[in-house]
Nanobody, 127 residues
Framework: VQLQASGGGLVQAGGSLRLSCAAS????????MGWFRQAPGKDREFVAA????????YYVASVKGRFTVSKDNAKNTAYLQMNSLIPEDTAVYYC?????????????????????WGQGTQVTVSS
């Protein structure tokens, strides 16, 4: 499956952005999705994950209550709605996918668990 992330940009603190991850070349409904981010000089870190059915989600503590991950299997697209952005959210955001044929609810939080990655989209939050 190929992933194309989009929706990044420059926003003031307190603002919102919605990232999209469009998938092609696979049966999107069989894939669990994840969002990760990497700030300059730092390792890539987990942000949010969603099971293949879209019914189960998980977030890193620093974004819980501000970010919402979702998945539209009919549109082959995953989303990350980011509200109340803070400068510490500044990073390149990546979407990732892993196929899971057996469990609709399982999600994945580690980079090594994902097989496919998008190219990244820059999010910059100014103070």
């Amino acid at each position: 499956v190929q992933l194309q992330a989009s929706g990044g940009g420059l926003v003031q603190a307190g603002g919102s952005l919605r990232l999209s991850c469009a998938a092609s070349g696979g049966t999107f409904a069989t894939y669990a999705m994840g969002w990760f981010r990497q700030a300059p000089g730092k390792d890539r870190e987990f942000v949010a994950a969603i099971g293949r059915s879209g019914g189960s989600t998980y977030y890193v503590a620093s974004v819980k209550g501000r970010f919402t991950v979702s998945k539209d299997n009919a549109k082959n697209t995953a989303y990350l709605q980011m509200n109340s952005l803070i400068p510490e959210d500044t990073a390149v955001y990546y979407c990732a996918a892993v196929q899971n044929r057996f469990s609709g609810s399982r999600y994945y939080t580690r980079t090594a668990e994902y097989d496919y990655w998008g190219q990244g989209t820059q999010v910059t939050v100014s103070s």
